[in-house]
């Protein structure tokens, strides 16, 4: 097995581990992780395009929610708390606002 192989079947890995978390959120994603789902279709997107492929960016979510965005969004994301909010924004500005 190669390492390419290696690394799709890793990245199909991840998308399965979050497929079955839909209860963590992408604002808890990019507060604990610095990316979410979202950065993970945007790279998706982008590499495709690297390779000559076009792929749009509702193409990429649904690759990686497992089903188009809005109804994903419809489903399952919720709205963020005020300490989801403030946590986010303290890892976005470490500084405190400096």
């Given at each position: 097995?190669?390492?390419?192989?290696?690394?799709?079947?890793?990245?199909?890995?991840?998308?399965?581990?979050?497929?079955?978390?839909?209860d963590?959120?992408?604002?808890?994603?990019?507060?604990?992780?610095?990316?979410?789902?979202?950065?993970?279709?945007?790279?998706?997107?982008?590499?495709?395009?690297q390779?000559?492929?076009?792929?749009?960016?509702?193409?990429?979510?649904?690759?990686?929610?497992?089903?188009?965005?809005?109804?994903?969004?419809?489903?399952?994301?919720?709205?963020?708390?005020?300490?989801?909010?403030?946590?986010f924004?303290?890892?976005?500005?470490?500084?405190?606002?400096?």
């Open positions: 097995m190669s390492q390419e192989q290696i690394e799709a079947a890793v990245f199909r890995r991840l998308l399965s581990h979050l497929d079955g978390r839909k963590v959120q992408n604002i808890d994603l990019m507060t604990l992780a610095g990316f979410c789902r979202n950065c993970l279709s945007k790279w998706y997107a982008e590499e495709a395009a390779q000559g492929l076009t792929l749009d960016k509702e193409a990429a979510r649904e690759i990686v929610y497992g089903m188009p965005y809005a109804e994903w969004k419809a489903h399952y994301q919720t709205e963020a708390t005020p300490e989801q909010t403030a946590a924004a303290a890892q976005q500005n470490p500084s405190g606002g400096e």
